[in-house]
């Protein structure tokens, strides 16, 4: 895992020293490559590559970047991992013997693979081979071009962007820390730039960053809790989406478009087009379903075996993250066994856990860990462990960011990062094998009640948020007593749902309430301007593919894959390890996993109420059913609880009525009135309250 970064004038006689600027962005992410640095420029066309390594594969010399392919056209930055490279390389020495001829290989990292394929196939067929995940750049000298891409399912992030001004204002501001002074910062003449990097640090490093905050990224994030793709929260810089290719083709434009360029569209010399897109895998799969169980299954098992094998290999120490849930088990128990058949020692496990009663998943995790017989590493967490790693929040994530589980996630990989370099997780397991509660309820009570007038909704959303959180809970607890199910923290959720059924018409709309906190954005955000009411302009408003999803938990799965996956859960494991100086791989990721999952039929998703059959079809040949079938929980920790205590002064501050007024992006009225009711304890606000606050955080840090 690395960092990259890079600039882009186009111009010849810009005097900026763009090896400087681009080292500078660099070093804003040592943390994502602390073992080896290095910039490469053409000062006859303006642009600058630089990177910051973690050294996974070839620790030698020979993977150091930016790198030149053997003809010297392609000059790469490259940031994860392609796990199928010794096998691209094995073809591309068969296709040279053909000739008789043969490449002349300097080392053995996957970079140089990528590089000899860009020659031989050309950059997007090169991709299409690949299994791996990815960000990278690669400057064409023959045609003066760049190109970023981005993997699949967009596991690796990439800014882009335009920064800078005539006045060196930010630099002025003490934005720019580099090796010129302020003096000389104040008089340089910065001009507009194309910039681009794996994180918002790193463009921001640029000495002429003044980009204002976004309104509409703003109003995105205090609904879906994260700022999603194609916007950042920042004007003028954007998320490169997955599966996607960014190329520029001589000068890049010297302003900014005003809405992010998608798919298919240009902005003068620069274009966006997707060279994998999952509305194709969803079509392609309910042509080809594997109706057959005994098939499906086996095919299942295998394909993800081997994609476990092909992201176990690694030239330094590489573990698991095991939470005792399906997912994390699964992976785990296929190391594990592979591990075994090879003789090698066990593969090693890692879980934290809490001493908040209904929040601690140790217990589970140790008992999967004592079956398959890993070497386990538990770290108990204290609540002031986990509150100090609130500060450190708004550096490590750039932009608001408010899942709350970014702070166990961030403790486990601390506890990680201590034994190995690469730790192997569960994540999008939900996503592909229908997890997550909100595909079976959702559809199940929506289809009960859709027959009632919408007063008639309204009314029986009124009368469940009556009914006090304690009562639902204890309602949940005798469900939970027998095999059927139950759902934890179920008052919170049924109050929610509640609240639900009081505005939305159909199970559309459902479902991005389900997804959202502050419902409607422009009762929050000041919009000074910008137009903030109606469905918001994400990949969520994109089309659906024409065949594939015909039941309502089909399409949350794809809409959850194309902007919750990649925008929360991914974004949120990359920053928490990269912090670290971690690398994370996510074996259900391979996309042939992906493709697979999608020729599944529902029912062996979701069967009985319950997500994710298939996969534990699998898992139980590995781990009895009775160490696993719990409700599912995530990976939650008490802030709600917090928040009325030991964190009551810290966000009291940042909830001060004269302090938003004054800061003017967001309206004190309804999240002084949701905090006094939080404050409470009868009603739960946590979401609401800590996106707020972690937008307070970030702005405070970042203004």
Not at 28 to 40: C, E, N, Q
């Amino acid at each position: 895992m690395c960092g990259i970064v890079g600039i882009i004038f186009g111009q010849a006689d810009c005097v900026v020293d763009l090896k400087t600027f681009s080292t500078q962005m660099a070093n804003a992410i040592a943390h994502r490559g602390p073992d080896d640095s290095g910039a490469w420029v053409d000062d006859s066309f303006g642009v600058a590559l630089a990177h910051r390594r973690l050294a996974i594969i070839d620790l030698s010399a020979a993977g150091h970047q930016p790198m030149a392919s053997a003809s010297d056209r392609f000059v790469i930055t490259f940031n994860g991992e392609i796990y199928n490279h010794l096998s691209l390389r094995a073809e591309l020495d068969l296709l040279a013997a053909f000739k008789s001829e043969s490449v002349k290989w300097r080392g053995y990292s996957d970079t140089e693979t990528l590089l000899a394929g860009f020659e031989k196939w050309g950059i997007e067929a090169t991709l299409q081979r690949a299994v791996g995940m990815f960000a990278m750049a690669v400057w064409d000298k023959i045609s003066c071009s760049l190109t970023l891409a981005r993997d699949r399912l967009g596991e690796k992030p990439l800014y882009y962007g335009w920064v800078g001004s005539q006045t060196g204002k930010a630099a002025r501001d003490g934005v720019y820390q580099g090796e010129f002074s302020k003096n000389v910062a104040d008089q340089t003449d910065f001009g507009q730039a194309f910039v681009f990097g794996s994180e918002l640090k790193a463009l921001k490093a640029y000495p002429g960053f003044n980009n204002e905050v976004c309104r509409e990224a703003l109003a995105e994030y205090m609904r879906f809790m994260v700022v999603p793709a194609p916007r950042s929260i920042y004007k003028g810089i954007y998320k490169l989406e997955p599966g996607c290719m960014l190329t520029i083709k001589g000068s890049p434009p010297d302003v900014a478009p005003l809405q992010p360029i998608r798919p298919g569209q240009s902005h003068g010399s620069v274009s966006i087009n997707r060279w994998w897109a999952l509305a194709n895998v969803v079509e392609r799969g309910v042509a080809d379903l594997l109706n057959d169980e005994a098939q499906a299954l086996k095919q299942l098992e295998s394909t993800l075996s081997e994609a476990v094998r092909l992201q176990s290999l690694a030239d330094v120490p590489l573990g698991a993250f095991l939470s005792g849930g399906v997912d994390s088990s699964t992976i785990v128990a296929l190391m594990q066994q592979q591990a075994k058949e090879a003789g090698q020692s066990s593969i090693k496990t890692f879980t934290i856990g809490f001493n908040e009663s209904g929040f601690d998943e140790a217990p589970y995790a140790r008992a999967v860990a004592n079956h398959l017989g890993t070497e386990h590493h538990e770290m108990r967490v204290t609540s002031d462990m986990a509150q100090a790693v609130i500060p450190l929040l708004p550096h490590m994530y750039d932009e608001p960011f408010a899942d709350s589980s970014q702070i166990p996630t961030h403790l486990v990989c601390q506890s990680a990062r201590q034994e190995v370099t690469v730790a192997l997780s569960g994540d999008a397991g939900d996503e592909l094998f229908g997890g997550y509660n909100r595909y079976f309820w959702g559809p199940h009570i929506w289809n009960r009640l859709s027959w009632l007038p919408f007063p008639a909704r309204k009314a029986l959303g009124a009368c469940v948020s009556a009914v006090p959180l304690e009562v639902w809970n204890a309602i949940s607890s005798l469900v939970k007593s027998n095999q059927s199910g139950g759902v934890n923290q179920a008052g919170a959720k049924f109050h929610k749902l509640a609240k639900r059924l009081k505005t939305v018409k159909g199970m559309g709309d459902l479902y991005l309430s389900l997804l959202s906190e502050w419902q409607d954005p422009a009762d929050i955000v000041i919009s000074d301007g910008v137009k903030l009411v109606g469905q918001p302009d994400t990949l969520m408003r994109d089309p659906l593919p024409s065949v594939g999803l015909n039941d309502q938990a089909l399409e949350m799965m794809y809409r959850d894959s194309m902007m919750y996956l990649t925008d929360d859960i991914l974004c949120k494991v990359d920053r928490a390890a990269m912090a670290c100086s971690l690398e994370t791989r996510v074996p259900f990721l391979d996309h042939r996993v992906v493709e697979l999952a999608w020729q599944l039929p529902l029912n062996m998703k979701i069967r009985n109420n319950q997500g994710k059959w298939a996969l534990r079809q699998v898992l139980y040949k590995h781990v009895p059913r009775e160490l696993i079938e719990r409700p599912k929980a995530g990976f939650a920790i008490p802030i709600g609880q917090w928040l009325r205590g030991p964190l009551r002064e810290w966000a009291n501050g940042l909830l001060d009525e004269q302090r938003l007024r004054k800061e003017g992006y967001l309206k004190p009225a309804p999240i002084l009135q949701a905090w006094k009711e939080h404050l409470t304890g009868r009603i739960d606000h946590t979401p609401k309250i800590w996106a707020v606050l972690m937008f307070q955080s970030w702005l405070e840090v970042n203004r």
